[in-house]
């Protein structure tokens, strides 16, 4: 009689800890391996500021910029728009692992969520995506004016990279 009782407290022990690790929603969405940035960064942007406390795993861009920005600095993208890859980016087409996001000027919002990035960097094509990409992940703008060449790309192009050297 004695082993049941201790059998039966195990499990009602074991099924209690189960129980209560499914309750936290948090933990469960939050990779193991996530590193922890020494100080969070806080990226101020024309849409806002965005907070970033740790080193991104899955990276979303949603325009080639952004894409040849991670190229460039050989960090891993877990998704972006294939509809239009320039030919130095042509790898990244042909890519199973990476996920195509869509259009660039229309990203499709089901298959971001889907994909559960921990960064998002998007451009002034997808200001009016923006509230709803925070709510997905961390979101960056690249606060670069497209319609005027005379407007200091230079600068806005090395601010950019530092902040992402910055965050990798």
Excluded at 56 to 79: H, K, S, Y
Excluded at 100 to 127: C, F, S
């Amino acid at each position: 009689m004695n082993w049941k009782r201790k059998y039966w407290g195990l499990a009602l022990i074991i099924t209690a800890a189960i129980t209560l690790q499914g309750c936290d929603q948090k933990a469960a969405d939050t990779p193991k391996n996530v590193q922890k940035l020494a100080a969070p960064i806080t990226v101020k942007h024309m849409l806002g500021s965005t907070v970033v406390d740790y080193l991104p795993q899955r990276v979303a861009v949603l325009d080639m910029n952004e894409a040849d920005f991670l190229d460039q600095l050989n960090i891993p993208i877990l998704g972006m728009p294939k509809d239009y890859v320039p030919h130095f980016l042509e790898k990244y087409k042909s890519d199973k692992q990476i996920q195509d996001l869509g259009a660039i000027v229309q990203p499709n919002m089901e298959r971001i969520y889907a994909l559960k990035p921990d960064l998002i960097l998007m451009t002034p094509l997808h200001v009016n995506h923006y509230q709803e990409l925070s709510k997905i992940a961390p979101t960056i703008h690249y606060d670069i004016n497209f319609n005027d060449s005379e407007s200091n790309h230079i600068n806005l192009v090395k601010d950019h990279l530092m902040t992402l050297g910055q965050i990798f």
